[in-house]
T-cell receptor
């Protein structure tokens, strides 16, 4: 069973603080993704990676950085968190083109 | 760039009603179109895939088809159950297997 694990599952952060969201996959997938989900917007792509050491900007990368130190791990970093970044964040992994993409259970981030 | 539009934000039905959700897409390539379902507190999971090769996908009583002429694709089910209550997303597969999602349709099925 494909597995994508996110941590933490819930996080409260202060404005201006640094936040790191972690993601681990045991699927041996090359591609990994970070999305955020907000009511009325569906899931929007923040960053993605096609292999260890690579990170690419998605549609809404401003205010976020990503890190892919290994095949299994992909982190999303908010250097200076703002209340507008309050959202639910999903990590996902996928193999070759048109293969299934598997999502984690999400991280609910609240920036106060 | 690639994009998907999903206009039905909420749908409320009674058990055994017919479900129809529509999306439109824009892409310069031959599309692979997906339907994902998200249950409360969970991440999205793949429900159906439709490609230009098969034109139709069927799973768990749901059926998805697409119309190249109108660049639209839809999800239907003949008889919904309360357990089908969830959020349904259409999505388009782009390069590097990146998915572009519609804004989602929240389906509520009343007993």
């Amino acid at each position: 069973e494909a597995a994508v694990t996110q941590s933490p599952r819930n996080k409260v952060a202060v404005t201006g603080g640094k936040v790191t969201l972690s993601c681990n996959q045991t699927n041996n997938h090359n591609n990994m993704y970070w999305y955020r989900q907000d009511t009325g917007h569906g899931l929007r792509l923040i960053h993605y990676s096609y292999g260890a050491g690579s990170t690419e900007k998605g549609d809404i990368p401003d205010g976020y950085k990503a890190s892919r130190p290994s095949q299994e791990n992909f982190s999303l970093i908010l250097e200076l968190a703002t209340p507008s970044q309050t959202s639910v964040y999903f990590c996902a992994s996928g193999g070759g083109q048109n293969t299934e993409v598997f999502f984690g259970k999400g991280t609910r981030l609240t920036v106060v | 760039g690639d994009s998907v539009t999903q206009k039905q934000g909420q749908v409320t039905l009674s058990e055994d009603d017919f479900l129809f959700i529509n999306c439109t897409y824009s892409t310069t390539t031959y599309p692979t179109l997906l339907w994902y379902v998200q249950y409360l507190g969970q991440g999205p999971q793949l429900l159906l895939k439709v490609t230009t090769a098969n034109n139709k996908g069927i799973s768990r009583g749901f059926e998805a088809t697409y119309d190249k002429g109108t660049t639209s694709f839809h999800l239907q089910k003949a008889s919904v159950q309360e357990s089908d209550s969830a959020v349904y997303f259409c999505a388009l597969v782009s390069n590097y297997n990146v998915l572009y999602f519609g804004s989602g349709t929240k389906l509520t099925v009343e007993p």
